[in-house]
């Protein structure tokens, strides 16, 4: 009889702990950008080469390890993690980078900066692929530690102990406002001029403790006229009157989604700007494929991030 170890595959293993991780076979479909029932072949068939029930399923696709599963969820993935360093030592043999590197990014960031990072990194190294994740702060950090994610382009705001960042621009306030707006011809706006209009709140968790510790530091309290969960949502209802919002990344052109224009107008604030840079985990030398991802994304903000005025 021929050992099963010789019959399983590195992906059956991958969608075995995505599935642990994410909960169900749809987040780990997710995850690894593949078809639900590729992730279900995947794990049904390493259940038959082991002879075990890994996984017991729930409705609609969760799922959770069975007893036997979570015996061998710490070995699956060690067995990854061996299988990733040993492609990336095969590749700085050969001075390559490849292979799959999951990338975190804040979710504010993400449209204007992640996919001319992952572009840049993907055109200088053909053989590399970037697994982006968008996702809030707290779930970037937890990620950073768990070693799910590789690096994450983020803010330096709401960091702890075990992270290292590293700083690469500035990213100063802006009201966005109408082309009809009173603030829209003026070259800055001061926090107390902005405190009697209606802002419209870009009410996700890094972002509004942000600019409302702007306001506290200043001793304001905003006119918070509308709260949402959307930033495209927000520059909307700003460009049809809704009031002005903030943001730390200019959009360009200044449009909202449906094409109505807006007015970025930099914020007067006595705040040191936050920094956007990438963050890992402390302590760990970065991989070959991390270090290449981080020389583009410097290059591609230099390149592209606009220089405060």
Known sequence: MSDPAARFTLRQLSCFVAACDGGGIGAAAARLHLAQATVSAAIADLERTLGVQLLVRGRRRAAMPSPAGRELLAQAAEVLAAAGRLDERSAALRGDVSGELPVGCLVTLAPAVAPAA???????????????LPAHQAELLARLDDGSIAVAITYDLGLRAGVEFE????????????????????????????????????????????????????????????????????????????????????????????????RAVPVRTATP????????????????????????????????WEAPP
């Not at 306030?173 to 003026?186: D, K, N, R, T, W």
């Open 167 to 262: 700083p690469l621009a500035d990213a100063p306030p802006y009201a966005l406002v109408a082309e009809s707006h009173a603030l829209a011809g003026a070259g800055r706006a001061g926090l107390e001029q902005l405190a009697h209009e209606p802002l419209v709140l870009l009410d996700l968790p890094l972002s509004r403790d942000y600019f409302l510790d702007l306001f506290r530091a200043a001793h304001l309290a905003p006119d918070i006229a509308r709260r949402v969960a959307d930033a495209e949502l927000a520059r909307s209802l700003v460009a049809w009157g809704y009031g002005y919002t903030l943001a730390n990344v200019r959009p360009a052109p200044a449009r909202a989604v449906d094409g109505t224009p807006l």
């Open 273 to 304: 700007p936050p920094r956007v840079g990438l963050a890992r985990r402390a302590g760990l030398e970065p991989t070959r494929a991390a270090a290449a991802f981080a020389a583009a994304f410097a290059d591609v903000i230099a390149e592209r």
């Open 118 to 132: 992952c572009r840049a990194f993907e055109q200088r190294w053909p053989r590399a692929r970037v697994a982006l």
